[in-house]
């Protein structure tokens, strides 16, 4: 690792679910065509690493989402994918909406 950060900033970004979501971080984490788009996977690559060469060269990831779309409200798919983010080695950041 290199002691630096990942950041994903996908405000402006329409995420409305969480296929959007995989659409929108297979890019910037390097997320191989394999990549099982579920909870389970996402945890796995950014809690124990080995998936991501991308993820994998930081020492944290951070993803910036704007408050509105799925991570509008108190959706439970979006707190289950909050729920994967660990607050240490990485984190999801909800900006609130005007």
Do not use: K, Y
Not at 27 to 43: I, M, V, Y
Not at 81 to 86: E, G, M, S
């Amino acid at each position: 690792m290199t002691n630096s950060e990942l950041v994903v900033d996908l405000r402006g970004r329409p995420v409305g679910s969480l296929d959007d979501f995989w659409d929108a971080v297979t890019g910037p984490c390097g997320l191989p065509t394999w990549f099982g788009r579920n909870l389970d996977a996402w945890a796995d690559t950014i809690g124990s690493r080995g998936i991501s060469e991308v993820i994998d060269s930081h020492d944290l990831l951070v993803v910036h989402v704007d408050g509105r779309g799925l991570f509008a409200g108190n959706r439970p798919e979006a707190r289950a994918l909050a729920d994967t983010f660990d607050g240490e080695q990485n984190r999801l950041v909800v900006h609130p909406v005007p």
